[in-house]
């Protein structure tokens, strides 16, 4: 069982910066996570994930470049973002999957630990 807790969420005006993180506490073999966002009305989408195993990171087209994710050790997860944007507003979820995958990993049926969320407003 994995244990997900999010903090660093705020409210910046568009053009600033935040850094979300993720403590992971708990035991299995984690062997990705992934940041998701979910504005209201919107589906649940992924953002940046990150390969355990190979460290490898993939982005969500719109945040490429200005989103950076992170890990430090096992304990914890971070999402850099800088150049926000009104439309980047949204409630911000981490996530971890310890079990095989392929294809597409920034959906939510890769995952299959959460945490609450914490929540990002940007004006304009």
């Known amino acids: 069982q994995v244990q997900l807790v999010e903090s660093g969420g705020g409210s910046v005006q568009a053009g600033g910066s935040l850094r979300l993180s993720c403590a992971v506490s708990?035991?299995?073999?984690?062997?990705?996570m992934c940041w998701f966002r979910q504005a209201p009305g919107n589906e649940r989408e992924g953002v940046a994930t990150?390969?355990?195993?190979?460290?490898?990171p993939g982005y969500r087209p719109s945040v490429k470049c200005r989103f950076t994710i992170a890990r430090d050790g096992d304990e914890k997860l971070y999402l850099q973002m800088t150049s926000l944007k009104p439309e980047d507003t949204a409630m911000y979820y981490c996530?971890?999957?310890?079990?095989?995958?392929?294809?597409?990993?920034?959906?939510?049926?890769?995952?299959?630990?959460w945490g609450q969320g914490t929540q990002v407003t940007v004006s304009a």
């Open positions: 708990g035991s299995a073999a984690i062997n990705r």
């Open positions: 996530a971890a999957a310890d079990r095989p995958g392929y294809g597409n990993v920034l959906v939510t049926g890769r995952y299959n630990y």
């Open positions: 990150i390969s355990t195993i190979s460290g490898e």
